[in-house]
């Protein structure tokens, strides 16, 4: 059984360029969130998708965008980027029905300068 | 909105001490989650929780649910340097997380 992989691991960015993360779900799971966490707090709900389709959205701006595949990976699109948008991004499998529990992947470190 | 609280948000103690923290929230989650995580990792989840008033035991860690389903707690015995780490909860579909307990455990 596949883990759940997400590249890059780290990557710097411009203040105003753009950037697109990607996930790899756990084999056998059709459900993706995205997280992200800053230093020192608890990862925040950006959006999830459910076979292709959003199914859920934090309180994150339009500017944070989603896709979901086939194969049930996904990449996460964030335009405009804002120095506040350095964080921790992580991505979650999960199949609906197990109690909400969700695998995740190592994280891609963002660092905007 | 629904809101998880943890606390302490600090834990320093030494090798073989015990410890509990906890996750309090006035809303009902109809499950909770515990996860823990490592510096520059993700999560890892360690175990779910869903009947009010259950508690699981995960070797030296033992998980309560709290009997309205509103709160839970974590305790740890005889706690190793192995077990340092961010502990978080989380509820809900679309997963509320708390901001976590980070305990260091010396040797």
């Given amino acids: 059984e596949t883990g759940v992989t997400q590249s890059p691991t780290h990557l710097i960015k411009t203040r105003g360029q753009q950037v697109t993360l990607r996930c790899s779900s756990q084999s056998g799971h059709n459900t993706v969130s995205w997280y992200q966490q800053a230093l020192g707090q608890g990862p925040q709900f950006i959006f999830q998708y459910y076979r292709e389709e959003e199914n859920g959205r934090g309180n994150f701006p339009p500017r944070f965008s989603g896709l979901q595949f086939p194969n049930y990976s996904s990449e996460l699109n964030v335009n405009a980027l804002e120095l506040d948008d350095s964080a921790l991004y992580l991505c979650a499998s999960s199949y609906p029905g197990q109690s909400y529990e969700q695998y995740f992947g190592p994280g891609t470190r963002l660092t905007v300068t | ?107």
């Avoid at chain 2, 989650?29 to 508690?55: A, D, H, K, N």
């Fill in chain 2, 1 to 107: 909105t629904q809101l998880l609280e943890q606390s302490p948000q600090f834990l320093s103690i030494q090798e073989g001490e015990n410890l509990t923290v906890y996750c309090n929230s006035s809303s009902v989650f109809s499950s909770l989650q515990w996860y823990r995580q490592e510096p520059g990792e993700g999560p890892v989840l360690l175990v779910t929780v869903v009947t009010g008033g259950e508690v699981k035991k995960l070797k030296r860690l033992t998980f309560q649910f709290g009997d309205a389903r509103k709160d839970s707690s974590l305790h740890i015995t005889a706690a190793q340097p192995g077990d340092t780490g961010l502990y978080l909860c989380a509820g809900g579909g679309k997963s509320t997380f708390g901001d976590g307990t980070t305990l260091t455990v010396k040797p």
